[in-house]
């Protein structure tokens, strides 16, 4: 789309520009060739040698097992906190749209959660599940079962999962709901007249009707758990134990600003370039054609 | 409601309920353990009814105390900090954008496309993937423990660039013509007529951008070293030192609480307009 009507300038559209050009010249596209550059050089710690070595870095990396574990890390991660952050606030959304009085009071109890920062949300669960002196540690106990997310890999991995939807889900829920008023009443009517239960009302009419934005809150929420959950996991586990929470992006600042393997770290922002890149073409391919508001 | 069913609305209230409390039992259990002695924390089950200790755990972590195995710097000035990066996160983001949207919808001038993609393009670059060299290049313009250098690299937003750029092209035409004719330059109706009419979509954008600058972590953590740059919601994560029991838990939850309160309250005062903003910054 195009404005009939326009100024006539020659240097004023480029001093509007220019703030935004400056920032993401100097701080978007520079770094980012950097990191391109740096991903096929080796590199002393002091930064006094770089030598060009191709696709070397790339080689170590895919031949390093931490790193194919981190990427399975990530994958388990991310389908966990999809999964479980799209079913849970897709429930509730749906109860919630039932719900004639009080339906205000629901939606504002259930959206806060999203101005939780993440890292303040890694404190939060860290607290409730230490082991020793943490509240839920101690009511698993008194049934038999005993948590150390210290020890245990699973644990670990439990906790970040569940402090991630916790904070995702009023996110998921904000869109289901718009979704969920977005579908004909006399669509629904039609079908209880006919005789469709509820039950059968939502498989066969409301859930096919909601799967442009299910599909949109699946990347969405895969995109949250790959870059968004640095603070959670970094704020909780720290990658640990061992590296069974280290997920890519906890791998490339471990491995870059702690490690100082900046060679590494490099090929590894480029292939996190790549994902980012794949699931932003995959959310516009297919999202923008479907999903109607 | 399509037919009424006393069973299913009792189990809808039901869920609803129980989906509340969950979501509502961390904070709960946060604010419990901000009005405790530690002492009275690390006694497993911890107490589930509030203590006596409120006002004198938020004083001590205002100013900053020297018990605990972490550290002990005044939150008081975390939130200052914190604060002051949000707004100018928030505000700056909505200003360059403000102004490449009106660029890029009301000018014609080379590489106008060129620009739009690029800033589109951004969107593909999240701090995440460019961590290293985007860290060299702050600290070579000395920017580290700097104001500047917690706000200024996040400013760039394609999100809100694309989001004016649409409402400017829904802007009927004629007001434009309607302002020449009048003899207003363009800086004059971008100030008069555009602005104005794009109140909505700034409020909304205000409260993302807000939330967004105020839960900034990772970037924080790279570029500052001196507790006096801490944003809260960093200085939170260096009180946890210690094992489980070494550590303040009572001023760690205290500064928890206070470091939710400010974005919290922004989504529930400015409800209506974080709504709006969700959507569309993601359509």
Redesign the interface.
């Known amino acids: 789309m195009e404005k009939r009507v326009r100024f006539r300038s020659t240097w004023l559209p480029w001093a509007l520009l220019a703030p935004q050009l400056v920032i993401i010249g100097v701080f978007f596209f520079w770094p980012a060739a950097q990191a391109l550059l740096q991903s096929v050089q080796i590199q002393d710690a002091f930064g006094a040698t770089r030598e060009f070595v191709g696709l070397e870095n790339f080689r170590n990396l895919f031949a390093d097992e931490t790193y194919v574990g981190s990427f399975k890390t990530t994958a388990v991660f991310s389908i966990l906190v999809a999964a479980f952050g799209i079913s849970i606030a897709l429930m509730l959304a749906v109860f919630a749209d039932r719900v004639l009085r009080g339906a205000t009071i629901y939606k504002t109890l259930l959206v806060w959660p999203y101005a939780v920062a993440p890292a303040v949300a890694g404190v939060l669960w860290l607290f409730m599940f230490a082991p020793s002196i943490g509240i839920i540690p101690y009511l698993l106990r008194s049934i038999g079962y005993e948590w150390n997310h210290l020890l245990n890999g699973d644990q670990a991995m439990g906790l970040i999962v569940m402090a991630a939807v916790w904070k995702q889900i009023s996110y998921n829920f904000l869109f289901f709901l718009a979704g969920l008023q977005g579908i004909p009443k006399s669509l629904i009517e039609a079908a209880a007249i006919d005789g469709a239960g509820p039950w059968r009302r939502f498989w066969t009419i409301v859930f096919p009707l909601l799967s442009p934005v299910t599909f949109f809150l699946l990347v969405i929420n895969i995109v949250y758990a790959f870059f968004e959950t640095f603070a959670i996991i970094d704020a909780s586990t720290q990658g640990g134990p061992g590296k069974d929470t280290a997920i890519l992006v906890y791998k490339v600042y471990y491995d870059g600003f702690k490690g100082l393997d900046l060679g590494s770290s490099a090929a590894q922002s480029v292939v996190l370039m790549v994902i980012v890149i794949a699931l932003t073409v995959v959310q516009f391919r297919y999202v923008e054609k479907k999903v109607q508001y | 409601?399509?037919?009424r069913?006393p069973a299913?609305?009792v189990?809808?209230?039901l869920?609803?309920i129980i989906?509340?409390l969950i979501?509502?039992f961390?904070?709960y259990?946060?604010l419990v353990?901000s009005t405790h002695t530690a002492q009275a924390?690390?006694?497993?089950?911890?107490p589930?009814i509030p203590g006596d200790q409120m006002l004198q755990n938020y004083a001590a972590v205002l100013v900053g105390s020297d018990a605990g195995a972490g550290s002990a710097a005044p939150v008081g000035r975390m939130m200052f900090v914190s604060l002051v990066s949000a707004l100018t996160i928030a505000l700056g983001k909505i200003?360059?954008?403000l102004?490449?949207a009106?660029?890029?919808?009301?000018?014609?001038?080379p590489f106008?496309n060129f620009?739009f993609w690029?800033?589109f393009v951004?969107?593909?670059?999240?701090v995440?993937?460019?961590?290293?060299?985007?860290?060299?290049?702050?600290a070579n313009l000395g920017m580290l423990n700097s104001y500047a250098g917690l706000t200024?690299?996040l400013?760039?937003s394609a999100t809100a660039?694309f989001l004016f750029r649409q409402f400017?092209?829904t802007v009927p035409?004629e007001l434009?013509?309607a302002a020449?004719i009048d003899g207003a330059?363009?800086?004059r109706?971008f100030w008069d007529v555009l602005l104005p009419l794009s109140r909505t979509s700034i409020a909304a954008l205000f409260v993302i951008q807000f939330?967004y600058g105020?839960?900034q972590?990772?970037w924080p953590?790279?570029v500052t070293t001196q507790e006096d740059m801490y944003p809260v919601?960093?200085g939170?994560?260096r009180m946890?030192a210690g094992?489980?029991?070494a550590n303040d838990?009572n001023l760690?939850?205290a500064t928890?609480i206070l470091?939710?309160l400010p974005?919290?309250i922004?989504?529930?005062v400015m409800?209506r307009w974080?709504?709006k903003g969700?959507?569309e910054t993601?359509?």
């Open positions: 409601m399509v037919e069913r299913l609305t189990l809808t209230h869920v609803l989906g509340v979501v509502a961390p904070v259990v946060t353990a924390i690390v006694q497993a089950p911890m589930m200003a360059i954008s102004l490449s009106f660029a890029i919808v009301y000018f014609r001038f106008r620009f690029a800033i951004t969107l593909m670059l999240p995440e993937v460019r961590i290293g060299p985007t860290y060299e290049v702050v200024i690299p400013i760039a660039t400017f092209l035409d434009a013509e020449r330059g363009p800086l109706f939330i105020w839960n972590y990772l953590l790279l919601v960093m939170i994560k946890i094992g489980d029991a838990w760690i939850m928890a470091a939710m974005p919290a922004v989504v529930l409800q974080f709504v969700l959507v993601e359509k």
